[in-house]
Every structure is written in C-alpha cells, then in structure tokens.
Nanobody, 120 residues
C-alpha cells in the first residue's frame, strides 16, 4: 500500500506565491518519478512538472520560469514552488508518483488533490 499526502494550496492573489508539498509513504522499493498535475473545472488533468530519479525535470510550457519542482529522495517528498501565480493557474493540483514496488513491478499513484485558487 502506497500513500501520497499533499499539503499546501489555498487562495492567493494574482502575482502571489504558494508552495505545495507531497510525501510518499508505504511499501516503496524506490521512487522513479515524482510530480504534479492539475485539473481545472471542465478540463482534463494536465502535467505541471515532474522530477525523475535520474534528476531530470519537465515543465508545462505555461509554468516554465514561474514554477520550480524539487525532490528530496531521503524523505520521499516532492515540492512545487509556484511564483507569479495567474488566475489561469486555478485548479486542483494532484501529486503523482511512479513507484517501484519491487525490482520488477511499478505502480502509478495519485494524491487526493489540493485546491489552488488565484483570485483578487
């Protein structure tokens, strides 16, 4: 059993900053990918940023230069620092992880989601 527990989120004015954190726990052999997706009302869930075990990061074009993803392998945590927030960043943000359950099997896991609202 694997759990992803998110924290952070909330209401912020345009131009403001927020920080999201996510901790993975449970039957984890190792973690391949940690990242964040978001889903606005009436829209599909889209990639925000990911951080692989090899140290590679990937960002959606819409957040490049404003958001920064970081990862702590010792603590199995991932953090998303969001700066210069815009109303279009409003969405439910989901933590995502691809986890090695043993040396052969992987699984994809999601957090429960945290609301981010950017509004004046």
């Amino acid at each position: 059993q694997v759990q992803l527990v998110e924290s952070g989120g909330g209401l912020v004015q345009p131009g403001g900053s927020l920080r999201l954190s996510c901790a993975a726990s449970g039957s984890i052999f190792s973690i391949d990918v940690l990242g964040w997706y978001r889903q606005a009302p009436g829209k599909q869930r889209d990639l925000v940023a990911t951080f692989t075990s090899g140290g590679f990061t990937n960002y959606a074009d819409s957040v490049k230069g404003r958001f920064t993803i970081s990862r702590d392998n010792a603590k199995n945590t991932v953090t998303l620092q969001m700066n210069s927030l815009k109303p279009e960043d409003t969405a439910v943000y989901y933590c995502y992880s691809r986890i090695w359950l043993d040396s052969i099997k992987t699984g994809d896991y999601w957090g429960q989601g945290t609301q981010v609202t950017v509004s004046s």
